[in-house]
């Protein structure tokens, strides 16, 4: 099934320091390949992202954000739908993340606080210095970001793209390589192989990672720790909670707790 282009905005006047758009992006809908002549925070306050770059693809949650540095191609659109903020960020402010580099990075929950003030700001007039104040917060927030390195890789090409969105989808999906590769008419060496060149991962790790990824996602909207793990498909509640300890060497209620105390770094 393929992806509609969203129209990228054209003639819009550069960030000075910083401009915040908002956007609704309907399920399997992508903005077309582009750059800009600023930086750019890739954000969505819900629902997931998939970020193209020229370093690869890669799916973000609402605790994560994609840093993409001026004159950087990318294409960025939503499996299932979004709510996209998009930070753009004059290239001459010094942000403390790399310039030259897509990077991914937490979202605490102030400064997710901090982009949802902006975007419902962004067109009133800041004859007080507000919406300044906002503005420095954001910049200041960024200052502390830590990169970290817990994106789900994204293939790109079509039939590896339909089998990921299936195990998105359905996570606690058991069905092995064997049986994938027949559905998608290569044998599983084949499949093994394009797998890990397209993503860096074997298909295994990167089903591993996948429920990892889900579960920090279910957790925390809300979801309990029983109900994440049949979600996720494991047999039992002290199933999940050994595979979650042995992947971040916690609970999930310890790590999730974390989280919040530490503002979601």
């Known amino acids: 099934m393929n992806w509609d282009i969203i129209e990228a ?8 320091p910083l401009k915040v758009r908002a956007q609704s992006i309907p399920a399997r809908h992508s903005f ?10 890739v954000y969505a306050i819900s629902g997931v992202l998939t970020v193209t770059t020229r370093a690869g693809s890669f799916v973000i949650s609402p605790e994560q954000a994609a840093w993409l540095p001026t004159g950087l191609d990318h294409k960025v659109g939503s499996m299932f739908g979004a709510e ?3 930070l753009w960020i004059d290239q001459r402010i010094a942000s403390g993340l790399p310039a030259d580099q897509p990077t991914l990075f937490a979202v605490s929950p102030l400064l997710r606080a901090l982009i949802v003030e902006a975007a419902r700001i962004e067109s009133e007039h800041d004859d007080d210095g507000y919406a300044a104040r906002i503005t420095q917060l954001i910049l200041d927030q960024l ?17 590896l793209v339909s089998l990921c969105e299936t195990l998105y989808a359905e996570p606690a999906d058991a069905t092995e390589m064997e049986a994938w590769a027949r559905t998608l008419g290569m044998s ?17 790790s ?5 429920r990892l990824f889900r579960a920090i996602e279910m957790l925390g909207s809300g979801l309990d720790v029983t109900r994440t793990a049949l979600e996720l498909g494991y047999g039992s509640t002290s199933a999940f909670i050994y595979a979650f300890r042995q992947e971040l060497g916690s609970s999930p209620q310890a790590y999730m707790k974390g989280e919040s105390a530490n503002g979601g770094t």
Do not use: K, V, Y
């Open 32 to 41: 077309p390949e582009h750059s800009h002549e600023w930086h750019q925070m």
């Open 9 to 16: 905005p054209h003639n819009l006047p550069p960030p000075d």
């Open 188 to 204: 599983e060496r084949t499949l093994a192989r394009r797998f890990l060149a397209e993503t860096g991962m074997s298909l295994r």
């Open 206 to 210: 990167w089903r591993r990672r996948l």
């Open 84 to 86: 996209f903020r998009s």
């Open 143 to 159: 200052q502390r970001t830590t990169p970290i390195s817990t994106a789900l890789p994204w293939p790109t090409s079509p039939a």
